[in-house]
Structures are given as structure tokens and as C-alpha cells.
């Protein structure tokens, strides 16, 4: 089961790896992202990034979702990762057992992004991100916005209200 | 949470502070001593941090044999469980801020094994990467 889904433009990271892992005590990270399966650069420092004891999978989306439907993972927290709104909605329409999405950092890493909206300090989305994360905050999982366990959750609805 | 004070020469630590309150958001969680920015004594603040730290509290300074770090040796050298972490990095105050075990000097010394710097190599091609498999994952 999925103990949460976070989108993070950064995918693995200090964040994640120290702070996120420990607090949702996950021993297994899957990073569903099309470029990160294709490219052994990007593999190797998000190894590079996975503490350790903590076991980690890098696979393109479909090939992630097969992985997190697999029976095998039933039992097993597994927190996963994309890095962009549209891979979350894809994998939480085809993924049944997830506790909650995380829409955490979005958008600091897109170079066009002139007609961007600024949802929060570190949501910034693009109108095809914004399409994706009203869908996203129609289904029946919990859909949220923090950045570090610290911060409180702040539910996507309300962001998406103010912006309007 | 352990009790923490961070101390250097100059904004070492309060820069480390930042980059703590990105990363867990807990900066306002530590004690920072930015040293000799300006001509004042930072004594006090050592002092002031040994009297009202809960134990085990530790404290982390930039570098072995330095003034600062001779300093808090100097005020915290009649005290009881205060430990002593000197050449600090990121790494070992992230480790000591988040951990949740008791900390002892075993465990403290655990963290800091994990918490070196290190010289990466970076592998020439897929062969030097170990390939992961859905299998190993889920064993």
C-alpha cells in the first residue's frame, strides 16, 4: 500500500529521504517517472539520495503502477514519488490503496512557465497542472499540501478556493 | 528532541540554522552562536545555553582546537551529560535533531560514523550500477 504519494519537482531529496521516510516509517521509496527510468545520471543520484536500509525502485509510471497493484506490496508502506501533478492523477486513478497525496513542490523547475499560478511559496502550476490537481482533489483520497511534517496540512480544496 | 547549540566563527551557524528550517522545518528548534561578527562576547550565550539545556544536551562547534570551540570546552568542562561535536556538518545535526532514540555517547558516535564527508566516484557506466528488481524490493 502507498502510505502516501507525494508530487516534488525535486523527487528524492533531503526532505524526503531524512525527514519524510523516518516520519512516515516507509522502508520501501518508489519513483514513478518517465525521464528518471530512461536516464542512469538521474538514477544514480537518486541512490545516491535513499538512506540507508531504505529500499528504492525507480520505474517509468505504467510500470510503477503495476508495482504498486502487485499483491506482493499489500502489506508493505511503500511511499512513493512523482515529480509533477499529472503522473500523481495518472497513478491515483489506477492505484487503489493510497493513503493520502502529498502535493508538496511543484513547479520551481519549469522554465516556461509565464502563465503559471502561484498556489502557495512552493506550488506553482501550469494550467494543465491546475486541470490535473482540481481532478486529483475530486477523488476520494486525502489531497494535501506540506512541505515537511513540521508544517500544518493544508487541504488542496482550500488552496484551489483561493486562487480562484 | 535532544537540546542543540551551534557554534562558529562567523554565520556558519546561523546558515546552518537555515538550511535546517528548509530541510525540516525546525531551525527555530536550535541555539545559534554566530562568533566575532561583531565585537561581542558570546560567553553569555554558552553559558546561558549550559544552565537551561535539558540532559543529554549537545553542542556542536566548527573546528577542533578553534577559540570557540576551546571556549565551550571551557564552560561546559564541569558539566554532565553536555557532549562535545566538533568539525560539525550538516549531516550530523540533521541525524541529532531527528533522531528518536536515547541519545548516548555509543549512539552519538554511531551518528557521526554515518554523518562523514566523503569523496563520491562517480560509476562510468550502467555496469557499475546495481540494477534493482521489483523481487528484491518487495523481499
Redesign the interface.
Same mark, same amino acid.
Given at each position: 500500500m502507498i502510505a502516501q504519494l507525494r508530487v516534488d519537482d525535486r523527487l528524492i531529496h533531503?526532505?524526503v529521504a &531524512?525527514?519524510w521516510t +523516518?516520519e512516515l516509517n516507509t522502508p520501501?521509496i518508489?519513483v514513478a517517472n518517465d525521464n528518471a527510468a530512461n536516464n542512469?545520471m538521474v538514477? #544514480?543520484t537518486l +541512490? #545516491?539520495a535513499t538512506p540507508?536500509g531504505k $529500499? &528504492? &525502485? *525507480?520505474r517509468n509510471v505504467d510500470d510503477a503502477i503495476k508495482?504498486f497493484n =502487485?499483491p $506482493?506490496?499489500a502489506n #508493505?508502506r511503500i511511499f512513493a514519488l512523482t515529480n509533477n501533478v499529472q503522473d500523481a492523477l495518472k497513478i491515483a486513478e489506477n492505484v487503489k490503496d493510497i493513503e493520502g497525496i502529498n502535493v508538496a513542490n511543484v513547479g520551481r523547475f519549469t522554465k516556461d512557465a509565464d502563465d503559471a499560478i502561484q498556489l502557495s511559496s512552493t506550488l506553482m502550476m501550469t494550467p494543465d497542472e491546475l486541470a490535473a490537481l482540481k481532478k486529483l482533489a475530486t477523488l476520494d483520497i486525502p489531497v494535501f499540501h506540506q *512541505?515537511?511534517? =513540521? =508544517?500544518a496540512k493544508t487541504p488542496i480544496s482550500s488552496l484551489l478556493k483561493d486562487a480562484k | 528532541m535532544t537540546d542543540i547549540l551551534i557554534a562558529s566563527h562567523g554565520h556558519f551557524a546561523s546558515g546552518l540554522q537555515s538550511s535546517l528550517e528548509i530541510l525540516t522545518g525546525m531551525g527555530n528548534k536550535v541555539k545559534v552562536i554566530d562568533a566575532y561578527v561583531d565585537d561581542s562576547d558570546y560567553t553569555p550565550q554558552i553559558e546561558e545555553f549550559i544552565k537551561s539545556a535539558k540532559r543529554p544536551a549537545v553542542i556542536f562547534t566548527d573546528l577542533k582546537g578553534g577559540s570557540v570551540n576551546q571556549k565551550v570546552m571551557l564552560e561546559a568542562a564541569d558539566q554532565k551529560d553536555i557532549f562535545i561535536v566538533t568539525q560539525m556538518n550538516l549531516a550530523i545535526i540533521m541525524s541529532v535533531l531527528l533522531d528518536s532514540e536515547p541519545l548516548t555517547k555509543e549512539h552519538l558516535q554511531d551518528l557521526i560514523v554515518q554523518s562523514q564527508v566523503e569523496l563520491l566516484e562517480i560509476p562510468q557506466s550502467q555496469q557499475d550500477q546495481e540494477k534493482e528488481t521489483v523481487n528484491d524490493f518487495f523481499e
Amino acid at each position: 500500500m502507498i502510505a502516501q504519494l507525494r508530487v516534488d519537482d525535486r523527487l528524492i531529496h533531503g526532505q524526503v529521504a &531524512l525527514v519524510w521516510t +523516518k516520519e512516515l516509517n516507509t522502508p520501501g521509496i518508489v519513483v514513478a517517472n518517465d525521464n528518471a527510468a530512461n536516464n542512469e545520471m538521474v538514477q #544514480m543520484t537518486l +541512490k #545516491m539520495a535513499t538512506p540507508t536500509g531504505k $529500499k &528504492l &525502485l *525507480i520505474r517509468n509510471v505504467d510500470d510503477a503502477i503495476k508495482v504498486f497493484n =502487485n499483491p $506482493k506490496g499489500a502489506n #508493505m508502506r511503500i511511499f512513493a514519488l512523482t515529480n509533477n501533478v499529472q503522473d500523481a492523477l495518472k497513478i491515483a486513478e489506477n492505484v487503489k490503496d493510497i493513503e493520502g497525496i502529498n502535493v508538496a513542490n511543484v513547479g520551481r523547475f519549469t522554465k516556461d512557465a509565464d502563465d503559471a499560478i502561484q498556489l502557495s511559496s512552493t506550488l506553482m502550476m501550469t494550467p494543465d497542472e491546475l486541470a490535473a490537481l482540481k481532478k486529483l482533489a475530486t477523488l476520494d483520497i486525502p489531497v494535501f499540501h506540506q *512541505i515537511v511534517p =513540521n =508544517n500544518a496540512k493544508t487541504p488542496i480544496s482550500s488552496l484551489l478556493k483561493d486562487a480562484k | 528532541m535532544t537540546d542543540i547549540l551551534i557554534a562558529s566563527h562567523g554565520h556558519f551557524a546561523s546558515g546552518l540554522q537555515s538550511s535546517l528550517e528548509i530541510l525540516t522545518g525546525m531551525g527555530n528548534k536550535v541555539k545559534v552562536i554566530d562568533a566575532y561578527v561583531d565585537d561581542s562576547d558570546y560567553t553569555p550565550q554558552i553559558e546561558e545555553f549550559i544552565k537551561s539545556a535539558k540532559r543529554p544536551a549537545v553542542i556542536f562547534t566548527d573546528l577542533k582546537g578553534g577559540s570557540v570551540n576551546q571556549k565551550v570546552m571551557l564552560e561546559a568542562a564541569d558539566q554532565k551529560d553536555i557532549f562535545i561535536v566538533t568539525q560539525m556538518n550538516l549531516a550530523i545535526i540533521m541525524s541529532v535533531l531527528l533522531d528518536s532514540e536515547p541519545l548516548t555517547k555509543e549512539h552519538l558516535q554511531d551518528l557521526i560514523v554515518q554523518s562523514q564527508v566523503e569523496l563520491l566516484e562517480i560509476p562510468q557506466s550502467q555496469q557499475d550500477q546495481e540494477k534493482e528488481t521489483v523481487n528484491d524490493f518487495f523481499e
